[in-house]
């Protein structure tokens, strides 16, 4: 039998397994390691070694205790041993009992076991929590154990500030990387269309909380909480959105595939007042704006973040009241409009 920690048992199994605890977790700290060697890319981390010939990292099997050491306990497959370490165990454990586990690899890319078990199996779908992010490697995952799974960065958003955010939540699998380590794999479009449900019209303008999973040019895909897909256009959007992030959106259209189209913002006849009341508040402030019905769509989406279309609705609104006046293009606040507001600033002020 194949004895990989006879060497380090007299130090309480060597580097990791004498501090027990949350050696990989965010919550324990890294010590400036990734999980596979940290501050290292995964290409530069130390060779795998010898693997059990029929157990992976990801299967649950139940295996005996062969012998118990003060740091933890020694499974066998028949072949090899497998640390279980005492801070991996679950209750009460004995030399000669049979124990449940779920294996994994540790620090040092040895087969482990542990007694805890996951939230995400291999062949399974789940939300899982996004507990630390590492620019250079990608973001790290909690399913239920103590080493967090780490989410690569070939897998996530080109753009940093579109990652997920410690608190999100990233539907993902299991896979295993070239060398048979666990990693997670987001759900691809294939995936969420087997796991949805259609959509039915009498879900038209209502609203639907989901989380984005997707990010590209023309706008985000979600998966709202019913399970139905949902994209919403980029002129839909009325903030930043990043992959993990919980949307609220109303839905503008039931497609015949059972999929919705969304948006952020409200129904034409109830936004253009609340696009006036921006516009307003703009204008209360400087009296005056160099935008018009003529500006560049793309300035008017960066200072108002709303379209070319629903920047004229709500400037037409202001207009037809009477508040505002174009001229030279530009948009003014009319003087008695714009006195009577600062008379209202100036009451406050002095209230306060």
Same mark, same amino acid.
């Given at each position: 039998?194949?004895?990989?920690?006879?060497?380090?048992?007299?130090?309480?199994?060597?580097?990791?397994?004498?501090?027990?605890?949350?050696?990989?977790?965010?919550?324990?700290?890294?010590?400036?390691?990734?999980?596979?060697?940290?501050?290292?890319?995964?290409?530069?981390?130390?060779?795998?070694?010898?693997?059990?010939?029929?157990?992976?990292?990801?299967?649950?099997?139940?295996?005996?205790?062969?012998?118990?050491?003060?740091?933890?306990?020694?499974?066998?497959?028949?072949?090899?041993?497998?640390?279980?370490?005492?801070? $991996?165990?679950?209750?009460?454990?004995?030399? =000669? +009992?049979?124990?449940? #586990?779920?294996?994994? &690899? %540790?620090?040092?890319? @040895? *087969?482990?076991?542990?007694?805890?078990?996951?939230?995400?199996?291999?062949?399974?779908?789940?939300?899982?929590?996004?507990?630390?992010?590492?620019?250079?490697?990608?973001?790290?995952?909690?399913?239920?154990?103590?080493?967090?799974?780490?989410?690569?960065?070939?897998?996530?958003?080109? $753009?940093?500030?579109?990652?997920?955010?410690? =608190? +999100?939540?990233?539907? #993902?699998?299991?896979? &295993? %990387?070239?060398?048979? @380590? *666990?990693?997670?794999?987001?759900?691809?479009?294939?995936?969420?269309?087997?796991?949805?449900?259609?959509?039915?019209?009498?879900?038209?303008?209502?609203?639907?909380?989901?989380?984005?999973?997707?990010?590209?040019?023309?706008?985000?895909?979600?998966?709202?909480?019913?399970?139905?897909?949902?994209?919403?256009?980029?002129?839909?959007?009325?903030?930043?959105?990043?992959?993990?992030?919980?949307?609220?959106?109303?839905?503008?259209?039931?497609?015949?595939?059972?999929?919705?189209?969304?948006?952020?913002?409200?129904?034409?006849?109830?936004?253009?007042?609340?696009?006036?009341?921006?516009?307003?508040?703009?204008?209360?402030?400087?009296?005056?704006?160099?935008?018009?019905?003529?500006?560049?769509?793309?300035?008017?989406?960066?200072?108002?973040?709303?379209?070319?279309?629903?920047?004229?609705?709500?400037?037409?609104?202001?207009?037809?009241?009477?508040?505002?006046?174009?001229?030279?293009?530009?948009?003014?606040?009319?003087?008695?409009?714009?006195?009577?507001?600062?008379?209202?600033?100036?009451?406050?002020?002095?209230?306060?």
């Amino acid at each position: 039998m194949n004895n990989r920690y006879n060497n380090d048992r007299k130090n309480g199994a060597g580097k990791g397994y004498g501090q027990g605890g949350n050696r990989y977790s965010s919550r324990g700290g890294y010590n400036g390691r990734t999980p596979f060697g940290r501050n290292q890319a995964h290409k530069e981390t130390k060779p795998m070694p010898a693997q059990s010939s029929w157990l992976k990292a990801g299967m649950i099997a139940t295996l005996p205790v062969a012998r118990a050491e003060e740091f933890g306990y020694f499974l066998s497959d028949g072949e090899q041993e497998f640390l279980l370490h005492k801070n $991996e165990a679950v209750g009460e454990v004995h030399a =000669g +009992d049979e124990v449940k #586990v779920f294996m994994y &690899h %540790d620090h040092e890319n @040895r *087969l482990a076991a542990t007694m805890e078990m996951p939230i995400v199996r291999e062949g399974e779908f789940g939300w899982l929590e996004v507990v630390d992010i590492s620019p250079r490697v990608g973001v790290f995952l909690h399913n239920g154990i103590n080493k967090d799974l780490l989410l690569f960065q070939d897998d996530l958003p080109k $753009e940093h500030s579109e990652w997920p955010q410690k =608190g +999100d939540k990233l539907l #993902v699998t299991l896979k &295993h %990387d070239k060398v048979g @380590r *666990l990693v997670a794999q987001p759900a691809t479009e294939e995936d969420i269309w087997d796991m949805s449900r259609n959509a039915y019209d009498e879900m038209k303008n209502q609203w639907v909380e989901g989380t984005v999973y997707k990010l590209f040019p023309e706008g985000a895909f979600v998966f709202t909480d019913e399970k139905q897909m949902l994209f919403i256009h980029r002129d839909e959007i009325t903030t930043g959105l990043r992959m993990g992030q919980r949307v609220r959106a109303r839905i503008s259209f039931v497609r015949e595939d059972g999929r919705l189209n969304g948006s952020m913002r409200e129904r034409k006849e109830v936004q253009y007042g609340v696009d006036a009341q921006v516009l307003l508040g703009y204008l209360k402030e400087r009296g005056a704006m160099p935008f018009t019905d003529k500006s560049d769509p793309e300035e008017i989406k960066e200072q108002f973040q709303m379209s070319k279309a629903a920047f004229k609705r709500a400037l037409g609104k202001l207009l037809k009241e009477g508040l505002v006046e174009q001229e030279e293009g530009w948009t003014h606040l009319k003087k008695d409009a714009y006195q009577r507001y600062q008379g209202e600033n100036n009451v406050e002020d002095s209230e306060e």
